[in-house]
């Protein structure tokens, strides 16, 4: 009998043991993130590249976009390179806690929902959701005129979340990139796009009298970038570098850039 206890007590202290050196090498393993980037002179970022003016290919295939401009100057300022892991939006949490990447920029809001698995740096700029018609429609003039519409969102996105509280549309299509909702939008399968409103901006100055925003916006929401949990010491540097380009006006730069006005002008 003591011998099964003695063992039951060894298998205990052994399982305990364990853990708490799982959990030491895991904290280890965090806070030593930073000194890891600037060591291999690299930080890999997971990002789309169906959501333009943030992050999308141009003419030529290269990904260019207010966020890509915003995390290499982020690079820069560590002292490193960026080098950028494209994907579907809605994967990108989940590879970014299964290790896939150092960190996530790609206009992702900073929500409470969110936040049970990944964590945040400062926000970097605010969005909101708004919503874009084509501009000949004179019937939608706000989210009560959606009742027997077709609408479309991007998957996985705080749009698709507003979307999906607007009550009595006929059909939410979702779509992997907001450009295929567009595209939809265009030839007539779906009455209007729930978006973010720099994106919404976007469009109307690349499709000039193709596309409108309907006046007021649905949300307002702050974006960040995402971190696993416990990686604090890369947090908090990218938190000064925000604040320190916001104070030297690099992010107002980057933003009359994509944006044609200064989403940071009070």
Do not use: H
């Amino acid at each position: 009998m003591k011998k099964l206890i003695a063992a039951a007590v060894a298998v205990v202290f052994s399982v305990v043991l364990f853990a708490a050196c799982g959990q030491t090498t895991k904290n280890n393993a965090n806070s030593n993130l930073l000194d890891k980037i600037k060591k291999s002179g690299e930080i890999t970022i997971g990002t789309e590249e169906g959501y333009p003016p943030m992050e999308f290919r141009d003419g030529s295939g290269k990904l260019v976009g207010f966020d890509v401009d915003f995390s290499n100057e982020v690079a820069k300022r560590l002292g490193v390179k960026a080098n950028f892991l494209v994907m579907d939006f809605n994967g990108l949490i989940l590879a970014l806690n299964s290790n896939k990447f150092d960190a996530a920029v790609a206009s992702i809001s900073i929500t409470d929902e969110r936040k049970k698995n990944t964590d945040f740096s400062a926000s970097y700029i605010n969005g909101g959701q708004v919503i874009a018609v084509k501009s000949g429609r004179e019937d939608i003039k706000g989210a009560g005129d959606l009742k027997g519409k077709v609408i479309a969102c991007e998957l996985g996105t705080t749009g698709e979340k507003v979307a999906n509280g607007i009550k009595g549309v006929k059909e939410l299509k979702k779509y992997d990139k907001i450009t295929e909702a567009f595209q939809d939008m265009s030839i007539g399968r779906v009455d209007a796009a729930v978006i973010d409103e720099q994106v919404g901006g976007y469009y109307i100055q690349k499709k000039k009298g193709e596309f409108k925003i309907v006046p007021g916006a649905l949300s307002k929401e702050p974006m960040g970038v995402a971190y696993r949990k416990g990686d604090d010491s890369l947090k908090k540097e990218i938190d000064k570098i925000i604040a320190d380009m916001k104070k030297d006006g690099t992010l107002s730069k980057l933003s009359v850039k994509w944006f044609g006005f200064d989403v940071y002008k009070e």
